[in-house]
């Protein structure tokens, strides 16, 4: 049986957008482990030559920021129904 859109098997479920305890847990355990050795990794970064620091950092951030959302994923369901109705109109106008 298929769902109706924006339906899922569980409606009572994770809301969209909260976060996940597990990943909320680990990311709190991760912080606290690295401001428990921020002396050892300041130490590390002097021994490092440029380009070793710039992938440090590259690495680092790819694990602190969001990952950016292409334009598209960050529409609503309604936004992405009125944008499909748009091109459809505008593809009948060229057809």
């Not at 969209?16 to 401001?35: D, H, I, V, W, Y």
């Not at 920021?65 to 593809?91: A, F, G, N």
């Amino acid at each position: 049986m298929a769902f109706k859109k924006g339906m899922s098997g569980n409606p009572d479920g994770r809301p969209r957008g909260a976060k996940n305890r597990t990943t909320e847990e680990l990311r709190q355990m991760l912080q606290s482990f690295l401001e428990g050795k921020l002396d050892e990794i300041d130490e590390i970064w002097r021994g490092l030559d440029p380009w070793q620091k710039v992938q440090f950092i590259d690495r680092l951030l790819k694990h602190t920021l969001p990952t950016p959302l292409h334009e598209l994923e960050k529409l609503s369901d309604e936004q992405i129904d009125i944008l499909i109705q748009k091109l459809k109109q505008d593809r009948l106008k060229f057809n």
